[in-house]
């Protein structure tokens, strides 16, 4: 379970996914007017025709050429669209009916789409024949059998577990607020509105101890968490105060705005990359 600790210390208030080999939310085809068109399965579903296969078993064709540098790792974050279909034809799962695409982890997804991923640059469009073993393996209650992908690499970054390199002390460029919360702006908001004490935050965040060891983040979970201010750490309410949604900081949070001491949870000074996805009434 998940510690979700900025809410006061109170545990066990999301479930930590115990798969994750899963994209995200394979199954039933969403309702919805489709951002992309879903294209029709392709004649070469069954057979991979003049594909490069790696010593795993998966097969690769590039769609389309990538048009940017560099590829990535195998713990990065990646931003990406795709769609899934089985071996009869059939769309198993696709990014087009959502309101953005997949940003996961790497270590989140299917061993083949992360390996499809790999060896795309962003931009690259490329199908993948994956086989069973790089994709639900046999799971009880999952899809059996190989599956084909298209997949879209948008763009990556870092892995959001990284610890950052300034992890003792905020540096040059960071603001100390009177409280001695510190924050250093990662990303620039949007849309003028602050959230205020009472308020809803969507939030993705990971939240690292001094020595560098990460002991909570929805990276890991199911997607942002939704909190309220005024029911999280004071740390907390203050720097969100001062975020726009679609902004990303780095706060530096005290003990005494974080935990105060309390057993069993994390003592000393905290570091948090937050980015405010949404916020409200």
Request: glycine fraction near 12%; include cysteine.
């Amino acid at each position: 379970m998940s510690m979700c600790l900025p809410l006061h210390g109170l545990k066990g208030l999301t479930a930590l996914l115990v798969a994750p080999m899963v994209a995200l939310g394979w199954g039933v085809l969403e309702a919805g007017t489709p951002r992309f068109p879903v294209p029709a399965p392709p004649a070469d579903l069954a057979a991979p025709p003049q594909a490069t296969t790696t010593p795993s078993g998966l097969a690769t064709l590039q769609v389309q050429p990538g048009t940017a540098p560099g590829h990535p790792a195998a713990d990065d974050l990646v931003t990406a669209d795709y769609v899934i279909w089985t071996q009869d034809g059939k769309v198993l799962d696709t990014t087009a009916t959502w309101d953005k695409p997949l940003i996961r982890p790497m270590g989140r997804l299917l061993k083949g789409m992360r390996e499809a991923l790999q060896l795309m640059t962003p931009g690259e469009v490329r199908r993948a024949w994956v086989p069973m073993a790089l994709a639900f393996a046999g799971a009880p209650n999952r899809p059996q059998g190989p599956l084909v992908m298209e997949l879209r690499l948008h763009a990556f970054e870092p892995s959001p577990f990284k610890a950052p390199a300034d992890l003792l002390g905020p540096g040059d460029g960071a603001q100390v607020l009177p409280s001695g919360l510190a924050l250093r702006v990662l990303r620039q908001g949007q849309g003028g509105q602050h959230p205020r004490p009472g308020f809803w935050v969507s939030v993705q965040y990971t939240g690292w101890t001094q020595d560098g060891k990460v002991f909570d983040s929805t990276w890991r979970n199911s997607g942002p968490a939704t909190l309220r201010l005024g029911e999280v750490i004071r740390g907390w309410t203050e720097g969100l105060q001062l975020m726009e949604p679609g902004g990303k900081v780095r706060l530096w949070v005290p003990e005494k705005l974080a935990y105060r001491g309390q057993d069993g949870m994390p003592k000393g000074t905290l570091v948090f990359d937050i980015e405010l996805m949404e916020t409200g009434e």
